[in-house]
């Protein structure tokens, strides 16, 4: 029978001391808050599910699956080790992401509104988009100049919005999770984006939510340049970096293609970099061995909740899972104000008022799992 596997990551991203109100690597506790770097991504969750698999070895419990521990190294950078690990247990009958979804407290009032989990994450692309000619004199500039032809394509790019999409995971997420939001305009384009995808009114709406923006379709955002090689010459190089998040289905050629065509400049080149960091996969299934096993341990820990699907944005140590046939879901054990999320931004932090109640969620979905 192949094990559970745990999976989350250790490492985190810079931080930058000066510019943060307390010590990044210090933990500080004010008003119920942690704040640190790896706060929310993902150490306190970690370190909460550890210690739930703790206190079912020390209880006695005598699993059907074995429960693995596999924390990675290198999540936030070329994911490596993410890699190897996965490959390592590709034998897994399901892996639980604890650097995933988790619940979410109500912004007024701190109470639990309602737990997500994740079954889906769009695929990581870089890309690298190059302009190269003679370059001369700046006394005698021409028309052909490598850097007013790459941010003329960069700003198209900028600019364009891929078409809009919905799967079954985005489309339960927007006709649940529109039942907790408090703007009724945001709510209603929620709705209305779930029963039509081209609905132009609604997705005028979602885009101007920028946590909507990347659950609506492929995002491709420009996120360096360099260019030029002397002030007082015509540059015979520049060079750009775009980043997307791709909405599952879509290959990276057809993007890559996409990218072409709305840079509109026939001297530039546009290639991926960094392939191997990443990987695309399919969405999980929709399991019911790990829909009632969460389902059970949210309820028995935090009370009768709406259970949510949702699909991530970002990637995470899932899509090495996913892309072997194993299935992975995020379900983290803790609950946060979306107003309260600062992960991988100044003064992350994460509430510790329900440890409890998150190490008991993890102890049931655990056991649950683990006993099937």
Request: aromatic share 8%; hydrophobic share 40%; proline share 5%.
């Amino acid at each position: 029978m192949g094990p559970i596997v745990i999976s989350a990551h250790m490492d985190v991203v810079e931080a930058k001391a000066e510019d943060w109100e307390r010590d990044p690597f210090t933990p500080i506790v004010e008003d119920g808050l942690l704040y640190g770097r790896g706060a929310s991504d993902t150490k306190f969750d970690a370190v909460q599910a550890m210690v739930a698999t703790t206190l079912l070895r020390q209880q006695g419990l005598k699993p059907k699956r074995s429960i693995v521990i596999a924390y990675s190294g290198d999540e936030e950078t070329a994911m490596l080790t993410s890699k190897m690990i996965a490959e390592q247990l590709k034998d897994a009958r399901l892996v639980l992401n604890v650097d995933g979804s988790m619940g979410v407290l109500d912004d007024s009032t701190g109470e639990p509104a309602f737990f997500m989990w994740q079954g889906a994450e769009k695929a990581y692309g870089d890309f690298k988009l190059e302009v190269s000619n003679p370059g001369g004199h700046s006394s005698w500039p021409t028309d052909t100049n490598a850097i007013v032809q790459l941010s003329g394509a960069l700003a198209r790019i900028g600019e364009y919005h891929f078409a809009p999409e919905l799967n079954d995971i985005t489309k339960e997420y927007f006709t649940k999770a529109a039942d907790f939001v408090s703007d009724p305009l945001l709510a209603a384009a929620m709705r209305a984006f779930a029963e039509d995808p081209n609905d132009k009114a609604a997705v005028a709406v979602l885009r101007t939510e920028p946590s909507m923006v990347g659950t609506i379709a492929t995002t491709c955002v420009p996120t360096m340049i360099e260019g030029g090689h002397a002030l007082n010459t015509l540059p015979q190089h520049a060079v750009g970096y775009v980043n997307c998040r791709i909405f599952p289905g879509n290959s990276k050629a057809s993007i890559i293609e996409e990218l072409k065509r709305v840079a509109d400049e026939p001297a530039m080149t546009i290639e991926e970099i960094n392939a191997d960091y990443v990987i695309e996969a399919d969405a999980s299934p929709y399991d019911r061995y790990f829909v009632d096993a969460a389902t059970k341990a949210v309820r028995a820990s935090f009370g009768d909740l709406p259970f949510i699907a949702s699909q991530a944005s970002s990637a995470s140590g899932s899509m090495w899972y996913r892309a072997l046939g194993v299935p992975s879901y995020g379900a983290s054990g803790t609950f946060m104000k979306p107003s309260d999320n600062y992960a991988h931004g100044l003064n992350e932090r994460v509430p510790i008022t329900n440890i409890a109640k998150s190490i008991h969620y993890y102890h049931v979905l655990l056991k649950e799992l683990a006993s099937k």
